[in-house]
């Protein structure tokens, strides 16, 4: 069966019936169709949707096309502000491949959502303060406004230097602050390889649901580089 246009499908996602199998499809199919070089930038008729499906579907599309999503970066920080978690979670996705230093606002908005009240977000985060370079973090850090956030965002950036600081993450997983810990986990997933996962197995006894779950997902992983 011949495969639908770009447009078609769009306009399928868009008046979407009640049936999550058919707008799964149709999504899918969009896809393989951004892959083959069907324009990015005419998500922005699902990104601007006042449908959440329609809405959850774009960002879910950007985060998969992976530094094809690039030139829909300025859709980014109104994603990131979504109130549909999994519209933030996958924006999260988008920055992480795409932001460089020219995006120091976004990478800082991604930042302050270590605060986010849902798990998953947070997670989603803490993903990102591990997996950034160190020209995101940055850029990100000098972009945040004085306070805690900030000072974690450099502290962490320093772990990365000659003379990381394993006794302070310990100190900071084990502080009451959830923010603070989110910071300390991802230092310590940062510093852990094959040979030492020390501080990863402290990150992976924390009562925090997002911590515990991402440390113990990257021990569960042996075969696999943890940084």
Known sequence: MQTQTGDDL???IRTHPADDDIVGAAANDLLSELYAGYPVENLDRLLHSDDAVVVGVGAWLLSELVELAAPMMDEVPALLSSPIRSVRYD??????????ERHGPI?????????DPESGVRWKVLEFLTEASIEQLEAGASCLPPGQIKELAEWLILQDGEEPDPGGIIIRLEAGD???RLFAAAAAASLADEENTDLLEHAAMVEQE????FAQERLSEPDEPIT
């Not at 990478?107 to 605060?115: E, F, G």
């Open 91 to 100: 924006a999260i996705a988008v920055v992480l491949e795409n932001a460089d």
């Open 178 to 180: 959830p923010v603070t």
């Open 107 to 115: 990478i800082a908005q991604v930042m302050n959502l270590s605060r």
């Open 210 to 213: 997002e911590i515990r779950s």
């Open 10 to 12: 769009i306009e399928r």
